[in-house]
Structure formats: structure tokens, C-alpha cells
């Protein structure tokens, strides 16, 4: 398996409808593509998490990459692993606050063999806490 975080720039015009058709869209197409993961909105931009089989996130990757709905997508962190972050999650979904983008934007200005193994973690465990309530 692997893990992919990347973050993009929505195109300005997404309202919650559009969301919402992402959202029906990754949950009906992840739950067979055994992916689970969460997708972050706010501020103007997308982050998201895919993780599962290796071949089947990198697909799904370009296929996203495609979309008009958002644009400038760049890989923050990618790695293997042999556990799920989301496990419960075929794509969990969190409007975040300006500041947990200001976390990203770090992330993201380092080269993503730089970003350190802690800060990706710390992340992470925030997403779980943001999702944890959103329930
Ligand atoms: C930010 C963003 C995240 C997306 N995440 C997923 C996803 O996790 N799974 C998925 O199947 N499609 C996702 N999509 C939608 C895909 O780009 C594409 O529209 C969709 O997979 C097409 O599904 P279909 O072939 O069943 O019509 C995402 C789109 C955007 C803009």
C-alpha cells in the first residue's frame, strides 16, 4: 500500500454542491477501489489523503490531476506503509480552518523528501481529531 497527500487550488466557483459531487462520486469508486482517505476544503484550496494498493492510488491520482474542478495540484508526501491512517474513511471530508492550511503551505514548501517524517504525523493525527468531531 502506499499514502499520498497532495494539496491543489480550487477553482474559485466551488461551492458545497460541488463538494458534495466529489464526495458521492469518491465514496461510490473508493469503497470498490479499496481506498480510504479524507479530503480537506478550505481557504481556496484542496488537500487530500488517498491511501491503498500502490497502482490503484497512482491511477486514481491522475485521474484527479485531470479534473477541472481544481488546478496546480503538487504530491506533499507520498510513502509505503502497511497501515491505514482513515481506515474508516472511503473519503472522509473536513472544511478546515485558514490555519491548518498554513501547516500545508510548510509542508508543501519543503521538497517532498524533505518533509519530515513528525510534521506529517502531527498532521495526520489533526485530521483524525477533525474528523473524529465532524461525526
Ligand atoms: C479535489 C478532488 C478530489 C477527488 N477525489 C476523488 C476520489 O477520492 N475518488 C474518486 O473516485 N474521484 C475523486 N475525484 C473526482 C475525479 O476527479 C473524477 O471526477 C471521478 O473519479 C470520476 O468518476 P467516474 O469515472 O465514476 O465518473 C476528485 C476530484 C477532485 C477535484
Same mark, same amino acid.
Given at each position: 500500500m502506499i499514502r499520498l497527500l497532495y494539496s491543489s487550488q480550487?477553482?474559485?466557483?466551488t461551492h458545497s454542491d460541488l463538494l458534495e459531487d466529489i464526495l458521492l462520486t469518491s465514496r461510490k469508486n473508493n469503497a470498490a477501489l479499496n481506498i480510504t482517505g479524507v479530503l480537506v476544503h478550505g481557504g481556496g484550496m484542496?488537500?487530500?489523503v488517498l491511501e491503498g494498493p500502490e497502482a490503484v492510488v497512482l491511477r486514481l491520482y491522475v485521474k484527479i490531476l485531470d479534473d477541472k474542478r481544481h488546478t496546480d495540484s503538487r504530491i506533499i508526501h507520498i510513502t509505503p506503509t502497511s497501515t491505514r491512517l482513515f481506515p474508516n474513511w472511503t473519503m472522509g471530508v473536513i472544511e478546515a480552518e485558514p490555519l491548518t492550511f498554513e501547516e500545508? @503551505?510548510?509542508l508543501r514548501a519543503h521538497r517532498v523528501e524533505s518533509v519530515e517524517?513528525? @510534521?506529517f504525523t502531527a498532521l495526520m493525527h489533526k485530521f483524525n481529531g477533525l474528523l473524529v468531531k465532524a461525526e
Open positions: 480550487a477553482k474559485p466557483d484542496f488537500m487530500q500545508v @503551505a510548510n517524517g513528525d @510534521a
